[in-house]
């Protein structure tokens, strides 16, 4: 292979790296963000006796109300945990294969430098 074909590769590996650097530091930066939300939320009044007391309302209505709306955030919020959970483990794994294709392609590169350097055309 002449030093030019070889250049040429190289050319071709360092944007290869390149682009995959590019994609590996947004997919971090994706999975920095989602790190960064909390799902910490809960139901507001509490139970049946915080709304009897506040809004003067009681009775078998509100306390089914009560469960009901504590149950719904509940689900929720259990729900935003397993999406979040799976979003991360879908980064993780874009993660690890654009840090293996940077890898695989920095040993592709060192061996064209090498080639180069004993390339005598």
Same mark, same amino acid.
């Given at each position: ?23 590996? #530091? *947004? @997919?971090?930066?994706a /999975?920095?963000?989602?790190? $960064? ?9 509490e ?22 709306e ?7 919020? #259990? *729900? @935003?945990i397993?999406? /979040?959970?799976?979003?991360? $483990? ?32």
């Open positions: 292979m002449s030093r030019a074909e070889i250049n040429a590769q190289i050319s071709q590996v360092q944007g290869e790296i390149s682009k995959a650097s590019e994609k590996l #530091s *947004k @997919l971090n930066a /999975k920095a963000r989602l790190d $960064g939300v909390g799902i910490d939320f809960k139901y507001l009044p139970n049946s006796l915080i709304i009897k007391l506040i809004y003067q309302l009681s009775g078998k209505p509100y306390d089914t109300m009560t469960t009901d504590e149950k719904i955030i509940n689900d929720t919020k #259990s *729900k @935003l397993d999406k /979040k959970t799976l979003v991360i $483990g879908e980064l993780n794994s874009a993660i690890a294969k654009e840090a293996s294709t940077i890898l695989i392609a920095s040993v592709r590169l060192s061996n064209l430098r090498a080639s180069l350097a004993l390339e005598k055309d």
